[in-house]
């Protein structure tokens, strides 16, 4: 249902008539409306030794998440534990293809350090304009060292 302007003009003992019932009617069942959303939970650690100039895929088939849009807003979250995987420091980059396009700069959307046993670590961004349709999101990870993804984290996108 399409959301219609409600009226506001009114007029002491004006009789409600049937299309103004009617339109109250779909206006109520646009705001019921869900937003499209896509997610994954992985359920198992997900290792990575990328080469520290190349950004990979995290995990081709289950954080790569298509969604079709009605066009307009996209909030895209990741939240998850990575593990060092040796016992030196290591910086990682993580950042969003969308469409065939990697979204971040040279160290992505985000660069962080795991730099004790365990490092939790989550972003969410906007992404505005885009067209009706379907678009792809993949989760895609540069790192220096052998790090872990652990099981549990979740990756999503959501029209809004």
């Not at 190349?54 to 593990?83: K, Q």
């Not at 350090?113 to 969410?124: A, I, K, L, Q």
């Amino acid at each position: 249902m399409a959301w219609t302007t409600p009226k506001t003009d009114w007029s002491t003992g004006e009789l409600v008539a049937a299309a103004d019932l009617n339109a109250m009617n779909e206006n109520l069942a646009a705001l019921r409306q869900l937003s499209t959303i896509v997610s994954h939970t992985t359920t198992a650690d997900i290792n990575v030794d990328t080469a520290h100039d190349l950004f990979e895929d995290v995990d081709s088939n289950d954080l790569n998440l298509t969604l079709v849009t009605a066009g307009g807003g996209v909030l895209v979250h990741f939240h998850g534990v990575f593990h060092r995987g040796t016992s030196n420091d290591t910086d990682n980059c993580l950042d969003i293809v969308l469409d065939g396009t990697r979204q971040g700069g040279e160290d992505g959307l985000m660069r962080f350090r795991v730099d004790s046993h365990r490092r939790v670590e989550s972003f969410t961004r906007l992404f505005q304009n885009l067209g009706a349709g379907s678009h792809t999101f993949r989760l895609q990870w540069r790192n220096w060292r052998h790090v872990k993804l652990l099981a549990g984290a979740q990756f999503w996108v959501r029209e809004i």
